[in-house]
Every structure is written in structure tokens, then in C-alpha cells.
């Protein structure tokens, strides 16, 4: 393999591996199973209640998160060796509200109502746990590219537990999906009424409990000894 | 007995180790240990066995709370009856009541024992007994007129989320029976709380204003109900909360029996009382001035403490901390009622508020013992020296 030698701007690590390798693969799967940010590390739970009582809000989440953890794992794992150590957060701080204020801007620019309804939860992008502690415990330590992966698969992660609950509170909570009406009429006309626990936010903690309680009874490797 | 026990046998024999369905052995080993007390010996540590195990005390309570559930079936009746000006004799009132609450009961029991069968086979244990009890109580908290599919929803999600994701009976944190009353009140709050649910099929006919009398309260009107009314209990409400008469009579059965703990019924009441006079005194708008003795026999409040919160699972365990446990029922019981007119009901949530402290309370009552007596020790130990 003489791809070796290839001159790299990015990686720093002398052997190369191929883009998709199985340890890359797994920085990319990990997150949504076996070390998912919301159901195993319970990080980033409050935007997890606030924002999920709609598909679409939610949705607009999760690809606003993907970006900023992925651009934020990208400029932070180019920086890792020129940031000094004691004042790494505020230099991660400084990068990702730069990343959140682009994604605030665009929002605000083409999809003002999403914007309205997520308003300050956007903003909160910059404290979310999950973003930090990535940058923190992978991007200040890993090359370009698995940063990269890392960022895009813990947000995806994130994304997909917020999307899961989503769906339920709008299907349940207003017979809806992304706003389109989802229960026919009929069902309406036949006694069912729509759930409204489910758009108070402790429904929000609930649903994300029971997906801790199914995802922990199916995946073993999730338990915990004691 | 002998024939009885010799016919439960051959029907359990396809059931028993190595036959074709001793996947569902919990099914029939429920029925079987419920007539009969299981033979089990102590083989390790101590070896007193009562013959009064978990289902005979299930039996208990619920042989304490048929009074009410009787008395309910009535005036769910009367009720009727009365504000829709008809002639009617005790055995119309009787009969309106059980077209209504029977298939109430029957849908609960059939839901939640499904589920806990389910659970059972799947996790290969047996049945717990613990839905006996919250399966009955489950329709007797709940309004006369509530859709028997949010019964069943009501009843998966307390059975669900409030027992079987901590454990099974014994291991809930929060009452199961109200976790489903909690459900059903925040989910569909227009079939849990208003003027036309507490009477049967109110809805339909404009006559009837069948409001609780907290509910009253809480929208400033007067009251036209005398206390013996009160008492009885032929008033509005969910189907068994409202004769305190006939909770005291099942209260009777429970403390005597020693299943409920008289602490937290007697330290409830004095909870209630204390901060009911002292809203009396208060009195500022006509929720404060509210006597403080009506506050004890309308609502839920009989029945809350009697068979909610006397749950020997979900209460305090020490005996200090079940009186801490009972009063502090009490006075957020009525501070809810008082300051939140939007829930007239606060025994509900205070019972289940308390819940959630009750493990404190212990722990605190337990450390407060074992500095006591570590004191006393070293005081001895002093004495000696």
C-alpha cells in the first residue's frame, strides 16, 4: 500500500486507514445504540422535553445539531494542537455560538415560523451538553475526519431519539404528523380523543424513559452490574 | 376442600415442569395459590411464616372497600335519578349504578391482569397480587361518565410505567391506582374534572349541573349541601370517594386487621385539620372559610387517606416517618384544594408527591435513630470508664 506516503493536509496519523473503516464505521453507530447521548449518557435532555411536542421543530433540531456538532468537531480537532489547554472552553464556546449564530441566521432567513417556535432553544444549542462533551472528550484528542464522524454520529444519535419522541407526542398528543392530520375524522366521531398528557413535558421524560427500559431489556451489553 | 384441591390439580397437570405449557404456569399458579395457601417452607434464616401472605392481605382490602364501592353503585344511581327528576326505587338506583360501574371494573381487571400476566410469563415469575387491589380501586376513582377505552389506557399506563418499569408489586415508587387517576386527569381533563362528569350521562341533558363540591368552591359559588349529606355521601363525585361513612366502615376493617397503618390515617387527619383551621382563621375568600371539618368528608380526601395512602408499598415503612408521611398527606391536601383552584382535587397529587418523599422521610427517621443510639454509647461507654 504505497497510499501511505499520499500527502495529507488533515491527518495526522501516519498509517492511514480507509475513510469507512470498521472503527470509523463504529464512531458513526455507536452513538445510536450502544452509547446513545440521550438514553445511555442522558445528556441534552432538556431540549429532549422542550422542543419535541411537534415532528417538525424537532426535525430542524436534529439537522441544526448535526451541522453544529459536525463543524464544531471539525475546527476544533484542526485547532487541537494550537488551543492552549487553559483556555480551551472559551476558544469551544467561541466556535460553537459562531456555528449556532450561522444556524440562527439561516433559520431566521428562510424558515422564520420553525425559528419563532424554537426561538431560544437554538440559541441553548451552545450549552448543550452533548456538543461540549464531544469536543471535549474526542475532538481535542482525534484527527479530522473521525471528529467528523464522531460529531455527526453523536448528533445523529441525539437526533433520532428526539425525532422517536416527536413523532409519538404529535401522533398522540394532536392526531397529527408535521402537521398534517394523521387520525381520521371517524376515529373522532367514535369517542377517541387526543392524549393531552402528551403535550405537557413530563410525557416527554416518560416517552424517553421507556425507550431507555426497551433499549436496555434488548441490548445486554447495557446492563449494569452491581 | 379435598375435592376442590384434586380437581385444580388435574387441571394444572399440562402446567407442571416439563409438561407442554409451563411457559404459562404463572397463569395457573395464580389461580391455584389465590384459593389455596401455597405449602412453601422456610428453608434459610428465620423461620416464621405467616399464614396471612400477600393475596389473603389483598382480600382483606378489598373486602374493606366493597362498603363504599356498594355505596357508590347507588348514588351513582341516585345521583341520576334525583337531578333528572324521576321516580325511582333503591333497586332502580342499584341497577343504573352497575349497567355503569361493572363494565368499568370488568375493563380494568381484564386490561391490567393481561398485562401483568404478560409480564409474568415473560419474565418467568409469578403473578403478582398487587393488581387485586388496584384494579378495584382504579374505577372507584375515576367519574361515572369516563369512556371505558381511557379506563383501559388509564390502566395500561399505571400498570406499565407506575409498576412493572420499577419491578412489579412491591417495587413501585408511586400508587399505581392513582398514577392511573393522575393519566386520566392531565390526558383528557375535559372527561376528569367541570360540572357534567360526576353525574351518569350528564352530558347529554342540559338540566343537570352535577359539579363536586369543591369544585363549587373553586368557582366561588354556594354550597346547598348539608354536612349529613356530606357525610353520607350523596353528592357528586368520582364513583366511591364520596361516602365517608361507609370509608370509615372499610377503615375499620383495615386498621383492625392491622393491613393499614393507623399512624398515617390518624396524622393525615390532623395534617388537614391543623392547616384547615388555620385557613378558617385566615379566611380570606370563600376557599379559606370553607369549615375545616367539611374539608375532611368532601373530595377525595376519606378516601385518599384511608386507602391511598395507607399503600404499605409506596408509604413511609418507619413508624415515625408514617405519622411525618399521613400529616404531610394532610396538609398539602388541602393547601392544593386551597391555592390551586385549577385542581380541586388535591389529595390525588399530594398522595403521590408524598410518594416520592416517603424513601426521605425513612432515611431521615433511620439516621435520626442511629445518632440517637450512637450517643447513648458513648455516654455508656463514658459511664464505664
Known amino acids: 500500500m504505497d497510499n501511505k506516503s499520499k500527502p495529507n493536509l488533515f491527518f495526522i496519523n501516519k498509517k492511514s486507514e480507509p475513510l469507512l473503516s470498521k472503527k470509523n464505521r463504529a464512531l458513526l453507530s455507536d452513538p445510536l445504540d450502544d452509547n446513545n447521548p440521550i438514553t445511555v449518557q442522558v445528556l441534552g435532555i432538556c431540549s ?41 472552553i472559551i476558544v469551544q464556546l467561541v466556535v460553537i455560538a459562531s456555528l449556532v449564530a450561522l444556524v440562527e441566521q439561516v433559520l431566521k432567513a428562510y424558515s422564520y415560523d420553525v425559528y419563532k417556535e424554537l426561538s431560544i432553544f437554538i440559541g441553548l444549542i451552545i450549552t448543550n451538553c452533548i456538543v461540549m462533551g464531544r469536543l471535549e472528550a474526542f475532538a481535542l484528542g482525534n484527527g479530522v475526519w473521525k471528529s467528523f464522524l464522531d460529531g455527526i454520529g453523536n448528533a445523529a444519535g441525539y437526533g433520532i431519539i428526539l425525532i422517536i419522541v416527536a413523532f409519538f407526542r404529535e401522533l398522540l398528543g394532536s392526531g397529527k404528523l408535521l402537521g398534517f392530520q394523521i387520525v381520521p375524522e371517524f376515529i373522532y366521531g367514535m369517542g377517541y380523543e387526543n392524549n393531552g398528557l402528551m403535550l405537557l413535558s413530563p410525557m416527554a421524560l416518560i416517552t424517553v424513559g421507556v425507550m431507555i427500559w426497551i433499549q436496555r431489556s434488548r441490548n445486554r451489553k447495557l446492563i449494569e452490574e452491581n | 376442600m379435598e375435592f376442590i384441591r384434586k380437581k385444580i390439580d388435574i387441571i394444572r397437570k399440562p402446567f407442571n415442569k416439563g409438561e407442554k405449557f409451563e411457559r404459562f404456569a404463572p397463569a395457573i399458579n395464580a389461580f391455584d395459590t389465590f384459593l389455596f395457601v401455597p405449602n412453601h417452607t422456610t428453608k434459610t434464616g428465620s423461620h416464621i411464616r405467616d399464614a396471612v401472605d400477600l393475596k389473603r392481605t389483598m382480600v382483606t382490602v378489598i373486602i374493606a372497600l366493597l362498603p363504599a364501592l356498594f355505596y357508590g353503585i347507588y348514588n351513582t344511581g341516585y345521583q341520576y335519578f334525583v337531578q333528572t327528576d324521576i321516580d325511582f326505587t333503591f333497586f332502580d338506583a342499584i341497577l343504573h349504578g352497575s349497567k355503569k360501574i361493572l363494565p368499568m371494573i370488568a375493563v380494568s381487571y381484564a386490561v391490567g391482569l393481561l398485562i401483568e400476566f404478560i409480564f409474568a410469563i415473560y419474565r418467568g415469575h409469578e403473578v403478582n397480587e398487587g393488581y387485586l387491589v388496584t384494579g378495584l380501586l382504579i374505577p372507584m376513582i375515576m367519574p361515572v361518565d369516563i369512556p371505558l377505552w381511557m379506563v383501559a389506557v388509564s390502566v395500561a399506563f399505571a400498570v406499565l410505567i407506575a409498576k412493572e418499569a420499577f419491578g412489579g408489586t412491591g417495587m413501585n415508587i408511586l400508587n399505581p391506582a392513582l398514577t392511573a387517576r393522575a393519566f386520566a386527569f392531565f390526558a383528557y381533563p375535559t372527561y376528569m374534572s367541570g360540572n357534567k362528569v360526576w353525574v351518569s350521562e350528564a352530558s347529554g341533558i342540559d338540566g343537570i349541573s352535577g359539579e363536586t363540591i369543591l369544585g363549587y368552591l373553586a368557582a366561588g359559588s354556594n354550597i346547598d349541601y348539608t354536612f349529613t349529606e356530606m357525610f353520607n355521601g350523596s353528592i357528586p363525585g368520582s364513583i366511591a370517594e364520596t361516602s365517608t361513612l361507609w370509608i370509615i366502615v372499610g377503615a375499620i376493617i383495615l386498621v383492625f386487621t392491622g393491613v393499614a397503618s393507623w399512624r398515617i390515617i390518624v396524622g393525615g387527619i390532623l395534617g388537614a385539620s391543623l392547616v384547615g383551621i388555620l385557613f378558617n382563621l385566615w379566611g380570606i375568600n370563600p376557599l379559606m372559610q370553607f369549615n ?94
Open chain 1, 48 to 88: 429532549a422535553l422542550a422542543i419535541t411536542v411537534q415532528l417538525k421543530p424537532a426535525l430542524v433540531m436534529t439537522l441544526s445539531v448535526v451541522f453544529v456538532m459536525g463543524a464544531s468537531n471539525v475546527i476544533i480537532s484542526i485547532l487541537r494542537n494550537l488551543i492552549p489547554n487553559r483556555i480551551r
Open chain 2, 292 to 385: 375545616w371539618i367539611n374539608h375532611l368528608v368532601v373530595g377525595g380526601f376519606a378516601f385518599g387517606i384511608v386507602f391511598m395512602a395507607t399503600d404499605p408499598v409506596s408509604a413511609s415503612q418507619t413508624q415515625t416517618g408514617k405519622w411525618i408521611y399521613g400529616f404531610l398527606v394532610g396538609v398539602f391536601c388541602i393547601l392544593i384544594r386551597v391555592f390551586n383552584p385549577a385542581y380541586p382535587e388535591g389529595v390525588m397529587l399530594a398522595i403521590l408527591l408524598m410518594n416520592v418523599f416517603a424513601p426521605t422521610i425513612d432515611h431521615y427517621v433511620i439516621e435520626r435513630n442511629i445518632k440517637k443510639r450512637r450517643l447513648r454509647w458513648e455516654s455508656s461507654k463514658i459511664n464505664l470508664t
